[in-house]
């Protein structure tokens, strides 16, 4: 079947720039996760979904990143006034239910911020 | 504080020798403990979870309380073997999860 989806692949913008990264996740997953790869830093955990419970934003490293799942499906996030340091890859994982034992992760949206 | 680490960021063996690819964690309650891989070009993917005690590709991964370790080991490795590892610590608090990696491990397997 389909995995999780996201989009754009690449993004490019200007410093000060918004933008919308967008994530799909599997038909059926009630649990959605975004997380940052980013050079030195490795794999960071932004926010986390589950159902239509308040979602844990404890990840996002400030208040110019914020995030929703509308229908609880489909995921944006939103970066506002980007700055160079948020250049890195940005991964969405879904799982079936919280507390499974497997996350899928789609293929990243690769943000260069000039 | 809530810790993975991998102390090697490349790691590079002939086809056929044996790989061990450490991972060390830090957590006071019971670990869930996960190997993701990444090939290239592809997705981050799920290699396998210390629960189920399964030899995935050959790989097989012990939890060692006493060491607070996970290592990753294959008796023969392959050139197909050649990605990125990341070694990853579950965490569920107040009705939230999330899993916490390692810096991962580049493996090479030459020819």
């Known amino acids: 079947g389909a995995g999780v989806s996201q989009s754009p692949s690449n993004k490019v913008t200007e410093k000060g720039k918004d933008v919308e990264l967008r994530c799909d996740p599997i038909?059926?997953?009630?649990?959605l996760y975004w997380y940052r790869q980013s050079l030195g830093q490795g794999l960071e955990f932004l926010i986390y979904?589950?159902?239509?419970?308040?979602?844990?934003k404890s990840g996002l490293p400030s208040d110019r990143f914020s995030a929703e799942r509308t229908g609880g499906s489909v995921s944006t996030l939103t970066i506002q006034r980007t700055q160079q340091e948020d250049s890195a890859v940005y991964l969405c994982?879904?799982?079936?239910?919280?507390?499974?034992?497997?996350?899928?992760f789609g293929p990243g949206t690769r943000l260069t911020v000039t | 504080a809530q810790r993975v680490t991998q102390p090697e960021k490349l790691l590079s063996v002939f086809k056929g020798a044996p790989v061990e690819l450490k991972c060390n964690y830090s957590?006071?309650?019971?670990?869930?403990l996960f190997w993701y891989v990444q090939y290239s070009r592809q997705r981050l993917q799920l290699l396998l979870r210390?629960?189920s005690r399964e030899s995935i590709k050959g790989f097989t991964a012990d939890l060692n309380k006493g060491e607070t370790s996970f290592h990753l080991k294959k008796p023969f490795a392959q050139e197909e073997d050649s990605a990125m590892y990341y070694c990853a610590l579950r965490l569920t608090q107040g009705g939230s999860e999330k899993l916490v990696f390692g810096k991962g491990t580049k493996l090479t397997v030459n020819p």
């Open positions: 994982a879904s799982s079936l239910a919280a507390g499974a034992n497997e996350q899928y």
């Open positions: 979904f589950q159902g239509n419970s308040a979602p844990d």
């Open positions: 210390h629960i």
């Open positions: 957590y006071s309650g019971s670990p869930e």
């Open positions: 038909s059926g997953h009630t649990a």
